[in-house]
């Protein structure tokens, strides 16, 4: 596709459900980033993708986190039993390689949490 | 652990104006600085800096990077009122694969 998008923009979840967010990269890219984004901050790393290989969850902030992208492209971030504090916009990026690209970011998830 | 300070953390220029946003980082095995333009939407790509003393420059737009001094600044002049957004800088570290730790940006914003 033209660039990399999110789904859904949007996404409100009562405390303790559990929600989705997709990402589609831009075709042919073989990285794959999720990043978290607080009200007022720079976006944090959370994961990292080459093709289908999680290399790095490191940022990761509990194991209510997970992420897959089981056929190394699109890529499912997944929150289970949701807090208040994960409210938070969801960005995903994309590069070709990962080494020294640069990463071309989507449009983010918004959640919040009530 | 790895640090990006952005300053000013909000800036409110008139049009027409010229601003520099700043940027100091603390890495280690420092690869690249990069800047993004964020609107209400998608951080845009605007520079990849590896190299000191080497201007990248796209309109009126324009960057530079210190490695010695560990900084680096984005100039915009002749700002414009679609120059408004947060000016996110990033850092990218050798070695592993592309993190990037940003800094908490800087929101411009440009009036008439």
């Known amino acids: 596709g033209a660039g990399v998008s999110q789904s859904p923009r949007y996404k409100v979840a009562k405390r303790g459900q559990d929600v989705a967010l997709r990402c589609d990269p831009i075709?042919?890219?073989?990285?794959l980033f999720w990043y978290q984004q607080a009200l007022g901050q720079g976006p944090e790393f959370l994961t990292y993708f080459q093709n289908e290989a999680q290399l790095d969850k490191s940022g990761l902030p509990s194991d209510r986190f997970f992420a897959e992208r089981p056929e190394g492209s699109v890529s499912t971030l997944k929150i289970q039993r949701t807090q208040q504090e994960d409210s938070a916009v969801y960005l995903c990026?994309?590069?070709?390689?990962?080494?020294?690209?640069?990463?071309?970011f989507g449009p983010g998830t918004r959640l919040l949490v009530l | 652990e790895d640090k990006v300070v952005q300053s000013p953390l909000s800036l409110v220029v008139h049009e027409g104006d010229t601003v520099t946003l700043n940027c100091s980082y603390e890495?280690?095995?420092?690869?690249?600085l990069l800047w993004y333009k964020q609107e209400k939407k998608a951080p845009t790509f605007l520079f990849m800096l590896t190299s000191s003393g080497i201007e990248k420059k796209s309109g009126r737009l324009s960057s530079i990077l210190d490695k010695k001094e560990l900084f680096s600044i984005l100039n915009i002049t002749a700002t414009q009122t679609g120059d408004s957004a947060v000016y996110l800088c990033a850092v990218d570290r050798a070695g592993t694969a592309s993190k990037l730790t940003f800094g908490t940006g800087t929101r411009l914003q440009v009036t008439l």
């Open positions: 890495v280690t095995n420092f690869r690249s």
């Open positions: 075709s042919g890219h073989v990285s």
């Open positions: 990026a994309s590069s070709f390689q990962g080494w020294s690209e640069t990463q071309y």
